[in-house]
């Protein structure tokens, strides 16, 4: 299990982690190298290619909709899939 820019608390329940012998991660991207950064970017590449990655779009956005692009992510306690910007 990841999570990604989570600004609340996360619940997980230990059962369902044990049961898979499931591990939890967390990395501080903020200070991470630019060779790490570039590492995760390829990984993360890697698995859209190779389809074990497949990233959710709650919703896409025009450029002259960021003002409400920026309301939905402070007012929203959360969302299933990234929030977008088409361009």
Same mark, same amino acid.
């Given at each position: 299990m990841q999570v990604v820019g989570? *600004?609340?608390t996360v619940e997980v329940n230990p059962r369902s982690l044990m049961i898979t012998e499931g591990v939890v991660?967390?990395?501080n991207m903020p200070i991470s190298t630019e060779q790490e950064l570039s590492e995760m970017g390829a990984a993360i590449v890697k698995?859209?290619?190779e389809g074990w990655v497949s990233p959710v779009?709650? *919703?896409e956005y025009?450029?002259?909709?960021?003002?409400q692009a920026h309301h939905d992510i402070i007012h929203n306690t959360g969302t299933l899939g990234k929030l977008v910007f088409k361009l």
């Open positions: 989570s *600004r609340g991660y967390g990395i698995g859209i290619e779009v709650a *919703r025009k450029l002259e909709e960021a003002a």
